[in-house]
C-alpha cells in the first residue's frame, strides 16, 4: 500500500473523480493519474488535500497506517484481486471507466452474484 491505494480510498471514500480530486489539489487530472500509477506527489498538492480532507500526510503516504489500510483493514486483497487492480490501474482513465461500467453492469445482470461469491459468465 501507498500513495496509489491511498488516492483511491479517497476517492472511494468520498465518492468523486480523479478531476474533482485535481481540481482540490490544485493540478491537472493528469497528475492525479500519474499518482494513481505510483509518480510522487509534490508538496504543495499533498497538503492541499490534507488540509480539505482533514488528513495527516501520513494517512496519504503511509504504507502501512495509511488510508486504503484504515479503510479496508490492511491487504486483504486476494492475488487475483491484486492483479486485478494492477491491470485496472494500468490502464487509461477512459479504460478504466468502461472496465467499472462492464463490471458494475455484469453484477448487476447477474443478480448480484459478485456480492455472494459468484462469478457471472459475462465476465
Known amino acids: 500500500m501507498g ?3 491511498n488516492i483511491d480510498a479517497l476517492l472511494v471514500k468520498h465518492d468523486m473523480t480523479q478531476d474533482a480530486l485535481a481540481r482540490i489539489a490544485g493540478v491537472a487530472p493528469s497528475s492525479v493519474t500519474r499518482w494513481r500509477h505510483g509518480a510522487q506527489i509534490r508538496n504543495e498538492p499533498l497538503d492541499r488535500l490534507c488540509k480539505y480532507f482533514n488528513l495527516d ?3 496519504l503516504l503511509s504504507d502501512s497506517a495509511g488510508i486504503a ?3 479496508h483493514g490492511g491487504d486483504s ?3 487475483d484481486e491484486r492483479e486485478l487492480l494492477g491491470c485496472y490501474r494500468s490502464c487509461t482513465p477512459e479504460r ?3 472496465l467499472l461500467n462492464l463490471a458494475r453492469d ?3 445482470l ?3 452474484a459478485a ?3 459468484g462469478v457471472s459468465e459475462a465476465v
Open 3 to 5: 500513495l496509489p491505494e
Open 57 to 59: 500526510r501520513d494517512d
Open 69 to 71: 489500510v484504515k479503510e
Open 77 to 79: 486483497l486476494s492475488p
Open 96 to 98: 478504466q471507466d468502461a
Open 106 to 108: 455484469s453484477a448487476l
Open 110 to 112: 447477474s443478480g448480484g
Open 115 to 117: 456480492e455472494r461469491g
